[in-house]
């Protein structure tokens, strides 16, 4: 049984990108919501099914931004969602048809350790590099755009694809 401390938001995680700090809170938020609710399935899938949905538009959401601002779309950022996505889905079918919790327990920690790593490595590369060129995420504008000549990014913004 996991216990450690839920994860809670922190000055840390702040990236001064408010869309992207407000999607992360609203994770945290669920996340926590869905641990205060794992008695039953009943009690459990509506919540996980809205952090699913969340996740789904959160990842949607930064690669809307990576598109608009010269990454890849094969690049490893968006690599990681997908493999976080797929296990996600993987977790919700198992639990539906077994009605069994297991899973998404085990599931539930992973998150919470991942989302810290995740943002310190790969979000706050892509805030970095929106912030380079200027990207106005309202606008979706580049007041810096980079030369044409430069070639897509595939990488997290780092050498390291972690
Ligand atoms: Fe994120
Ligand atoms: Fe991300």
Redesign the pocket.
Known sequence: MNTSSPLTWTDELTLHQPQ?DQ??QEFIDLMHELSLNMQSCDSALPIYQRLLDHTEA?FAM?EGFMAATGFAPDNCHSKQHAMVLDLMRQVLVHTHAEQDLEPMRNLLPELESWLPA??DMM?AALVFHMNQVGFDPVTGTLSHPPAPAETAISSCGSNNCG
């Open positions: 992207i999607t992360h959160h930064e995740h943002v979000d």
